[in-house]
């Protein structure tokens, strides 16, 4: 066995077999407090750098997209269906102004409506290209101005707006403070020279579905229809859909343009609905889409229990009324 003996022990820190290497400095994980400093200095020196670039216009920011501003929680009127060629787009919040010509029969302005959107410029188109000479409309007491100022004050026109199995009625005064009066004026300011008010109060669509030629005539350039009141509270509402088909085309047959416009809202107190004023409005806003007449609407025109009702909820005040008419001029944009 060959012994050591005198053989050197390897210190600690000394590679075997090489040369003794002289140990490096403490490592720099072992100084914590220089490692964060160091750190930081490295950061700053970074963060200047970015800036200078940036200021140099050497770097781009891109920008923070800009908010816009938050629409308003308002509701917007709803816009009534209503098809056919040449009618415009109710996207538009805003209403149009209020042309030429007068909201009441003496040509002042009373009362202001809801806003209300343009649902159709047939008949202002039909106005402004002079082809229309006259104009019929028909309806309930609502349209002959029951409860308005003046109602039943002798006819100055002594026309006869229906005569059949019903009886025989004339046309209101031109003098009371009713919507379609209100339209009269306007109308004969735009080269109307025939204008019948064929509100007979009582009366409904049935009437017309069952005598057409009583009510209607010898027809005109522009018919408006507005019927429902009466029979929601005396009809069913299947009854009052099929006389609405059947009469509004009679009317249809007898004009160039046919407006069907349904009856403001009631709570009336001198007979029971069978059916609510809004099923009135959506059976007449879906005939008028598939048939394709101009629809308009009054169901939310006027507020209930207030100065554009009477006492019996149901019959509009001239206060009131005017609004009608100030709805059916935004409606169809005149």
Not at 24 to 51: D, E, F, K, N
Not at 66 to 84: F, R, Y
Not at 168 to 192: I, M, P, S
Not at 196 to 214: C, H, I, K, T, W
Request: glycine share 10%.
């Amino acid at each position: 066995m060959a012994k050591h003996m005198g053989q050197k022990s390897v210190e600690p820190g000394k590679a075997r077999g090489h040369g003794a290497r002289p140990q490096s400095a403490t490592a720099y994980g072992q100084h914590p407090v220089r490692r964060t400093i160091v750190t930081l200095a490295v950061a700053l020196g970074v963060c200047v750098l970015i800036v200078g670039l940036g200021e140099l216009g050497i770097l781009h920011y891109p920008e923070q997209p800009k908010q816009e501003p938050v629409a308003s929680s308002k509701a917007k009127p709803d816009t009534l269906d209503n098809d056919g060629a040449g009618e415009k787009d109710n996207s538009a919040a805003a209403t149009p102004a209020i042309k030429d010509g007068s909201s009441s029969a003496d040509g002042s302005s009373s009362g202001q409506a809801a806003a209300s959107p343009i649902v159709s410029d047939k008949l202002e188109d039909m106005f402004e290209e002079g082809q229309v000479h006259s104009i019929r409309v028909i309806g309930d007491s609502i349209t002959a101005g029951y409860g308005c100022d003046g109602y039943g004050t002798v006819s100055d026109t002594d026309v006869t707006v229906y005569s059949g199995q019903e009886g025989a009625y004339k046309e209101t005064a031109t003098t009371v403070g009713c919507w379609t009066n209100d339209f009269r004026a306007y109308a004969l300011q735009h080269g109307v020279t025939d204008f019948v008010n064929a509100g007979v109060s009582g009366f409904r669509m049935q009437y017309l579905a069952e005598d057409p030629s009583s009510w209607l005539g010898d027809g005109a350039d522009v018919i408006v229809v507005m019927l429902g009141t009466n029979d929601a509270s005396r009809r069913t509402e299947a009854e009052f859909s099929a006389d609405a088909e059947i009469g509004l085309a009679a009317a249809a047959a007898k004009c160039k343009l046919l407006i069907v416009v349904s009856p403001p809202n009631n709570a009336r107190t001198d007979a029971t609905n069978n059916f609510s004023m809004q099923r009135v409005d959506q059976v007449l806003t879906s005939l008028c889409k598939l048939k394709h007449y101009v629809h308009a609407s009054f169901l939310n025109t006027l507020a209930l229990y207030t100065a554009d009702y009477n006492s019996d909820q149901c019959h509009p005040t001239s206060e009131g009324s005017h609004k009608l008419w100030a709805a059916f001029r935004e409606q169809l944009a005149l």
